[in-house]
């Protein structure tokens, strides 16, 4: 069955609900109804016959004086998904006001029959208003209204549905009524019936512009009592409007916002014919603030045309409800207000004025509504009373100190207060304790990003300058220096700060304001404290990239240490921006280049990184530099790793630079450096390979990692590259470089010649060597010395983590003969001596996982026992379920 396109507003509680409940059982009981249903004649109107059928609706109209039975009737047609609940349908007489009858014809889709088709979903009705002609207008049966009720269409916060009331007038019959229920227009959470239309008995025809009390009968009578009185001097004007217009029933003109825009030259209207009896105007408000009371202003002073007072009118809240009574006509009291003291404090987001009787105007006649269609009942404007009434901007934000129920209040009360409030919150931002700057911070995020940025940039260097001073050189921890040194050791690191909320507060809404925060940026970067140069130079990157890089090329030019290095750092945040591309391609152009200081200009092709290969004129830039005469030693070193970018993007005259610096410089600083950088450039793997032999160890170092690098990478490296490693591992004085040799071709692919110098190493006198070697072996499973890596494994006088890496070699030789000793030292470490046996132990539960063989539950079983400790057994489990990378014998 296809997907029906309605969807069903699911029941809910309140007064039009009840109303709409109640009228559905005038007919009695909900069973199927064969037999006809007869409507006898009224005064001036026939009798109705109807009867429902399997494929539609049959109905009759007949004169008075006849008897009246459907057969012989016109069949109204049904859409095909109703056809199917006709079986569940009645039909249920309704009497007007003035005798006169239709019927309500209602199929429920939940009383459907198995299978039939319907709309989804368990709820909602079709209906249908069915009505005699009058008489002498013919004997066409009058269809008044149908469709689906309770069926909501739309999106979620803005569904619709149709919904037929018939409201019991007393003695005298009943209203029926068509209309909408709106998720967007509710009596505070109450559903409410708007844009009705109402069956005029007169015409027998709906008629637009129908009021209708939403507010069940039960609810007004349990409603507090409060009658309003008049003032003779104007209230104390609150500092700011609380209550805001969010929806209306009706509006003369939509302009409903106009009952509390604070000027009582305006008015809202009720936009019903008579007195607009149940007519509403709905209220946001804040629920941290206490209303004790409302101001009424009824009548503006130029009047409205047909305007009239209210009698009586309720507010509601979502779940309490107040009848004021006003004493006097109040259209007849030019000007007059009226005051409208609660009897206890309300709290609320949502405030309600319903519109009950009002005062007839001049000459409509006698006491109650008045029922001329021209009439409109008018409220001038509507105000809550607070405590804060009287009080200023600035008293507000001073009540915002210590955060408790009044500063919240009052924080809420700002936030609706606009400019004044901002600039308020603002200027008395410096006097508050935290708390009260939290509940500031909020009220000015009410504001534009105009007004918030200058706060925000002021915040965001403070911020940044007291973090700096609660950890000094905090900003510049783990940043890699310019050039490269041996440090013996490190300090200890300081424990971070506490979260500063005010720096992180600015940061979050200076990012949200983008570009728009970018000149007050760039100010601070370019004139403020380090420390806030430093923040604000991220925050620049981030926000506006193609700004920050002329203000940060300005800024780098006068900086030193830790403060450089931060707005170096940002300057390659925005500079790898795709929107800063135009502006980077415009200062590397030669002439802007060289009207920077060379310091800035290095800055600028050090933070393009990998970019600087595409971007255009990025190889004359690096030219323009590395050819210029009297290059110092800080210039050639940091050149290295643009030219190995450029290098990468086929640059050949950068290639030309940077092998030049590797095996020519005079300066072992820029050998290294070269090398470090030259890792990725696959053209310069013989250069590498050549510095290996460099005079310098930390040369020879770089040289053999970068190679190591690129081995791993996948690079095939130069003839001659294990013959060259191998004399590296074999001869060279310094441990680290044997150790890098070793490294290197255990990444290459495995060579009888490099495979013999690595087993040679297993002699090493240092352990971090043996180590090393033994990985390249296993790496390479080189099974031809398995034999001398057996050695190293069952050893017990070698070093532990060397007999460690020999169990794991071979476990990558898949070693099944070494399958029990393995078994042993993993079940050892079950009850260890010590650390050794952990180590071993762990070693061995990996070769097994790697051999994995076939009785290897049972050889583990003792190590899954509840008495092994935790990161043992979950070591166990898992050479359990690793896959075998060995074939089983």
């Avoid at 004649?41 to 016959?49: I, R, S, T, V, W």
């Avoid at 708390?435 to 009410?446: F, S």
């Avoid at 029990?820 to 009850?831: C, E, I, Q, S």
Wanted: with cysteine; aromatic share 2%; hydrophobic share 45%.
């Amino acid at each position: 069955m296809s997907r029906s396109p309605f969807r069903f507003r699911r029941p809910r509680l309140g007064a039009a609900a009840g109303v709409i409940a109640a009228s559905a059982a005038v007919g009695g009981s909900a069973a199927a109804q064969a037999a006809p249903v007869v409507l006898p004649h009224a005064a001036g109107q026939q009798a109705l016959a109807v009867r429902i059928d399997p494929g539609g609706v049959t109905a009759r109209a007949c004169p008075a004086a006849a008897a009246c039975a459907p057969d012989g009737g016109k069949v109204l047609a049904v859409p095909s998904e109703v056809a199917p609940l006709l079986g569940g349908a009645r039909v249920v007489p309704v009497t007007l006001a003035d005798g006169k009858r239709l019927a309500k014809i209602e199929a429920p889709a939940g009383g459907k029959p198995a299978g039939a088709g319907a709309p989804e979903g368990a709820g909602g009705s079709w209906v249908m208003l069915l009505a005699a002609p009058l008489a002498g207008k013919g004997t066409e049966p009058l269809v008044l209204w149908s469709g689906w009720t309770g069926v909501a269409t739309g999106e979620h916060g803005e569904g619709r549905s149709d919904a037929v009331v018939v409201e019991p007038l007393g003695g005298s019959g009943s209203r029926v009524l068509v209309g909408q229920l709106r998720d967007d227009v509710t009596l505070c959470g109450r559903p409410a019936l708007v844009g009705a239309s109402e069956v005029d008995p007169r015409t027998m025809t709906l008629l637009k512009g129908a009021s209708f009390q939403n507010l069940s009968a039960e609810e007004r009578r349990a409603a507090g009592k409060v009658v309003a009185e008049r003032r003779d001097a104007d209230a104390a004007a609150a500092a700011f409007r609380l209550l805001r217009p969010t929806a209306a029933s009706s509006a003369v003109g939509k302009r409903f916002a106009e009952i509390a825009d604070g000027d009582p030259k305006t008015a809202w209207s009720e936009g019903k014919a008579g007195a607009g009896r149940g007519e509403f105007v709905s209220f946001s408000s804040a629920d941290e603030v206490g209303i004790t009371g409302l101001g009424l202003r009824i009548k503006p002073p130029d009047g409205v045309e047909g305007g009239a007072a209210p009698r009586t009118l309720f507010v509601a809240t979502p779940d309490r409800l107040f009848q004021v009574s006003l004493p006097e006509d109040a259209w007849l009291k030019e000007s007059a207000g009226y005051e409208v003291k609660l009897p206890e404090e309300i709290k609320a987001s949502c405030i309600a004025v319903v519109l009950d009787d009002a005062y007839a105007p001049a000459g409509a006649g006698g006491r109650g509504a008045p029922a001329a269609p021209e009439v409109r009942v008018t409220i001038a404007e509507v105000t809550a009373r607070t405590a804060f009434d009287g009080q200023g901007p600035a008293a507000l934000v001073g009540a915002l100190a210590g955060g408790g129920e009044r500063s919240r209040a009052a924080a809420a009360l700002l936030a609706r207060g606009g400019p004044d409030a901002v600039e308020a919150a603002i200027a008395g931002y410096d006097r508050l304790d935290p708390a009260g700057r939290q509940l500031a911070r909020g009220v000015i995020d009410t504001a534009s990003c105009a007004v918030q940025i200058p706060f925000l940039t002021a915040r965001l260097a403070s911020g940044a300058a007291s973090a700096a001073q609660l950890a000094p050189g905090a900003a510049s921890a783990g940043r890699a220096s310019g050039l490269a040194s041996a440090a013996p050791g490190r300090a200890a690191r300081a424990a971070p700060p506490e979260p500063n909320p005010e720096l992180h507060h600015a940061r979050d809404r200076i990012r949200r304001c983008g570009r728009a925060a970018a000149p007050a940026l760039a100010e601070i970067v370019k004139s403020g404290a380090a420390a806030a140069r430093v923040a604000a130079a991220r925050e620049l990157a981030l926000v506006a990239p193609a700004e920050a890089i002329p203000a940060l090329l300005d800024a780098l030019a006068g900086a030193r240490g830790a403060a450089r290095r931060e707005l170096r750092a940002a300057l390659a945040l925005a500079a790898r921006s795709e929107r800063a591309a135009s502006v980077v391609e415009e200062e590397v152009q030669i002439e802007r280049l060289r009207a920077r200081p060379e310091d800035a200009q290095l800055d600028l092709l050090r933070a393009l990184g990998p970019a600087l290969g595409r971007v255009k004129g990025g190889g004359a830039a690096f030219q323009a530099l590395a050819s210029a005469g009297g290059a110092p030693f800080e210039r050639r070193y940091l050149l290295q790793a643009p030219a190995a970018a450029l290098a990468r993007a086929g640059e050949a005259p950068a290639e030309a630079y940077l092998r030049a610096s590797l095996r020519k410089d005079g300066d072992a600083h820029v050998r290294l450096r070269a090398a470090e950088v030259a890792a990725d450039v696959p053209s310069l793997a013989q250069d590498l390979l050549a510095a290996a032999s460099d005079p310098d160890a930390r040369v020879r170092e770089a040289a053999i990692v970068a190679l190591a690098r690129a081995a791993a990478a996948g690079a095939k490296l130069p003839a001659g590259a294990a013959d060259a490693l191998a004399a590296r591992l074999t001869s060279d004085p310094w441990t680290f470089i044997r150790g890098g040799a070793a490294v290197a071709i255990g990444a290459m692919p495995a060579t009888s010649a490099g495979d013999r110098a690595l087993v040679g190493a297993l002699a090493d006198g240092s352990p971090e060597v043996r180590r090393h070697a033994l990985d390249g072996l296993g790496a390479h499973r080189a099974t031809a010395h398995i034999e001398a890596v057996r050695d190293r494994a069952e050893d017990k006088e070698e070093d532990v983590e060397v007999r460690a890496r020999a169990i794991l070699a071979l476990g990558a030789m898949c070693d099944a003969s070494s399958v029990d000793l393995w078994t042993r030292l993993a079940l050892r470490a079950k009850a260890p001596i010590g650390e050794h046996d952990q180590r071993l132990g762990s070693a061995a539960l990996a070769a097994l996982g790697s051999v994995h063989p076939a009785d290897l539950p049972a050889r583990l079983k003792p190590l899954l026992d509840k008495d092994t400790p935790h990161g043992l057994r979950e070591a166990a489990r898992a050479a359990l379920s690793a896959a075998p990378q060995c074939r089983r014998r």
